[in-house]
């Protein structure tokens, strides 16, 4: 039994195989294969099949071993000759449906051979996209490696992308992805003896000029590949050791990585704010000329946690109110009671204004419809109705922009006056008294400080320091109105983040179904890959 173990243990080993692809501009490769292998007294040669021509030849073969000394090429090669006559040698085996490159095995030990050929008209030109489908590892190759890894690159500057090529593999566990412009195939765990690597690319017209012109179309060559592999299924696929690995790599990138990235952000703004802070006076002006989404993302760009909206809409709301386009009005409700109504108006200017501030008025005014009075519900509703989706993707993507703290160095001045008008609102309280030209400003103190979200105590300290202004100023009234606001607000501010989960589950399962199947990369197919070029059965030390 221990013999038995040890003969076993001492036959020819492949622990790793890579082979790197290169292609020229008219689509012919030179393709380089590294054996990593351990030999012992079995067997007298190594060798390639390439069968499955269909149009492309095989020549220029080279082989050289860890000694980088160049093998003897003699052409036609025997294959039934010994193993001390082929040692040092290569050549090539012609056969009637395709080739088997050969060489000798020489002395045992761990060895390195280094094989390299040329194969013409690898990529092909179809009607709509260049490419191929090729098998690079053959199936029943013996002994069966441990580890594949394919690079295929063009010669010249070229770089490949998920924009300008597809790419998909079979018949193999692993993955294929674009790695530094390259396509690289590479297996996650050893061969059996079902394993192959069949690789299948398109190239966007242009970036060949293919010698070799062929009938019909790439997707009929896609179409052919597809039968039989998952990439055609949508449902999930069978858990596999493979799906546990990436579970604990995405358990580190849940957990580790972002304690890691929250820690030097925390440090990163810390300064950041430090040196806005730092002799802060107030600012008692309008910064920013009045531009609120900028000045959220500046209030964003600087904090420690994430990014708010919710204040910005808020914010939005009551500037709508001081520029007339909404109001707070009491009317009679069917049952003859007096309530306060969200009362949208047309606004002569408004194509003048801001994005934001004009999508949050047309929703507004169309949700509320003919009578023009907008109700919670028939907000929620609006913004819940599928038909609606685009102009509701429209206003998340422009509501929800960001800028980093780094696009602010050059601009410290505003990003103080901003903060310093903020530290103005929150001391509001410790002035005595308030200058006519100041008071006119209050309207706007109002906005600032809804969207700082300290409204409630700016309001309260305006309400102590002069009562009879709300009295006085009907509009500054209804901007300070604490039964109707934070009734609309609520509904708002939960109808957008709604409509935003809702927008990225969407894109993101479309990604999903479209990425792999598209030929962005990810796990290969075990089964399918039909209609190959290349490859066969066998190979290996015989």
């Keep these: 039994m221990l013999l038995a173990s040890a003969t076993a243990s001492a036959r020819p080993q492949l622990r790793d195989l890579t ?8 689509g012919d490769a030179r393709i380089t294969e590294t054996r990593l292998m351990s030999i012992d007294s079995e067997g007298t040669e190594c060798y390639i099949p390439i069968g499955n021509l269909n149009g492309s030849e095989v020549h220029d073969l080279l082989v050289t071993d860890e000694t980088e000394q160049p093998f003897t090429n003699i052409g036609d090669w025997d294959i039934d000759k010994s193993r001390s006559w082929k040692a ?11 080739y088997e490159l050969c060489w000798g095995l020489g002395d045992s030990g761990e060895r390195t051979y280094i094989t390299s050929y040329t194969v013409t008209n690898l990529v092909k030109g179809y009607d709509d996209a260049d490419g191929f489908n090729y098998m690079f590892v053959a199936q029943g190759i013996s002994p069966l490696p441990d580890h594949v890894r394919v690079t295929i690159e063009p010669e010249d500057t070229l770089q490949f992308t998920c924009e300008n090529t597809g790419i998909w593999g079979f018949r193999y566990n692993g993955e294929i992805s674009f790695m530094n412009y390259r396509i690289v195939a590479e297996s996650s765990e050893p061969f059996v003896n079902r394993s192959a690597m069949i690789i299948m690319a398109r190239f966007n017209k242009g970036l060949f000029e293919p010698a070799d012109i062929r009938e019909g179309t790439f997707e009929q060559v896609k179409d052919t590949a597809f039968e039989g ?3 055609n299924y949508s449902e999930d696929d069978d858990w596999t050791w493979e799906d546990t690995l990436i579970l604990l790599c995405m358990v580190f990138g849940i957990f580790i990585v972002p304690i890691i990235g929250a820690i030097w ?10 040196k806005v802070n730092k002799d802060l006076m107030w600012y008692r002006d309008i910064p920013l000329g009045g531009d609120l989404q900028e000045a959220n993302k500046m209030i964003n760009a600087y904090k420690y946690s ?7 809409l808020s914010a939005c709301i009551l500037k709508l109110i001081d520029m007339g386009g909404i109001s707070i009005e009491q ?8 309530e306060s109504n969200f009362v949208i108006h047309e606004m002569e200017d408004i194509d003048s204004q801001p994005v934001l501030l004009r999508q949050v008025h047309n929703i507004f005014k169309k949700a509320a419809g003919e009578d023009t009075i907008l ?23 422009i509501l929800h922009t960001k800028t980093g703290i780094s ?13 310093g008008l903020k530290k103005f609102l929150k001391e509001f309280s410790l002035l005595d008294e308030r200058h006519v030209q100041e008071v006119s400003l209050w309207k706007d103190y109002m906005i600032y400080a809804t969207l700082f979200g300290i409204a409630d105590q700016v309001i309260s300290d305006m309400k102590k320091i002069n009562p009879e202004y709300f009295n006085m100023d009907q509009v500054a009234n209804q901007m300070a109105d604490d039964r109707t606001l934070p009734t609309i607000y609520s509904t708002m501010h939960s109808s957008t983040t709604r409509a935003a989960m809702n927008k990225a589950e969407r894109e993101a399962n479309a990604r999903a179904a479209r990425a792999r199947s598209s030929g962005h990369g990810g796990h290969a197919s075990w089964g399918g890959g039909g209609g190959f070029s290349g490859g066969g059965f066998g190979g290996g030390v015989r």
């Design 19 to 26: 082979i790197q692809v290169v292609l020229s501009k008219n």
């Design 88 to 98: 040092g040698k290569c050549g090539i085996v012609t056969k009637h449906n395709g």
């Design 229 to 231: 592999s998952d990439y």
């Design 265 to 274: 952000y925390i440090i990163y703004v810390w300064r950041a704010r430090r």
């Design 306 to 312: 994430s990014a708010d909206y919710n204040n910005l």
């Design 331 to 338: 009317r009679l409700n069917e049952k003859g009671k007096t």
């Design 375 to 397: 109700e919670p519900k028939e907000l929620k509703s609006w913004m819940k109705d599928t038909y609606n989706q685009g102009a509701t993707d429209s206003f998340i993507q």
């Design 407 to 419: 696009n602010y160095k050059h601009r410290l001045d505003e990003v103080r006056q901003l903060f």
